[in-house]
């Protein structure tokens, strides 16, 4: 397996411009979560989903966030219009319960915001 | 909704040594405790968890023990080395519930040679 994945690996953008990260999850895992990682706030729940429907979705900052699970292999975190205090690692993560064990990680998302 | 409080946010040992970071949580109904380690510039990764049944986990050179009574849980590493320099975060979740695990704000463990 070749665990979860996600595109892309580092991502540099101006200020107002739309970002969308991706994640494709291990298959068979009905869980899917973005977490967002910064030195200030440590590892921040943005959104998880169950079954590609989203159930929690109170950490998302605020409107210019949005996250989809159009199937089960595939999720998109969208910000528009991007800031620079939305740089930061994003991490996206499945499992078969809500708790894992474990929740596979994958290898994050570096997103810099000038 | 649960609280999870970790301490220390850095700390250094030397190598050999042991090294002991501790968690306290709120919610009384959570019955399952992970730790993931994050080495740097990677993905976190479960390193060692344990239910509420028992009090103490051991795999090698870490350990894991918790006090439901007092609603903490401590990371021990013994015999430290550099490979175990990393970011340590513990997460407290409810089992058989809807909710998703809720993390710790880590700890930076550096190991001196």
């Known amino acids: 397996d070749a665990g979860v994945i996600q595109s892309p690996r580092h991502e540099v953008t101006e200020m107002g411009q739309e970002v969308t990260l991706r994640c494709k999850p291990i298959?068979?895992?009905?869980?899917l979560f973005w977490y967002r990682q910064t030195m200030m706030r440590g590892l921040e729940l943005l959104i998880y989903?169950?079954?590609?429907?989203?159930?929690?979705d109170s950490g998302m900052p605020e409107d210019r966030f949005s996250a989809k699970m159009p199937n089960a292999s595939f999720s998109t975190l969208k910000i528009q219009p991007s800031e620079p205090r939305d740089s930061a690692v994003y991490f996206c993560a499945s499992s078969l319960t809500p708790q894992g064990p474990p929740l596979h990680f994958g290898n994050g998302t570096r997103l810099t915001v000038t | 909704g649960e609280n999870v409080e970790q301490h220390p946010s850095t700390l250094s040992v030397q190598e050999g040594d042991s090294a002991v970071i501790k968690c306290t949580y709120s919610d009384s109904a959570s019955n399952y405790f992970p730790w993931y380690k994050q080495e740097l510039g990677k993905r976190p990764q479960l390193i060692i968890d344990?239910?509420?049944?028992?009090g103490e986990k051991k795999d090698q050179r870490i350990a894991v023990t918790l006090n439901k009574t007092a609603k903490h849980f401590s990371l021990h590493i013994t015999e430290t080395q550099p490979e175990d320099s990393a970011v340590y975060f513990c997460?407290?979740?409810?089992?058989?519930?809807?909710?998703?695990?809720?993390f710790g704000s880590g700890t930076q463990l550096t190991v001196l040679p």
């Open positions: 997460a407290a979740g409810a089992h058989g519930s809807a909710r998703q695990l809720t």
């Open positions: 344990i239910r509420s049944n028992v």
């Open positions: 298959s068979g895992h009905d869980y």
């Open positions: 989903f169950n079954n590609n429907v989203p159930i929690d």
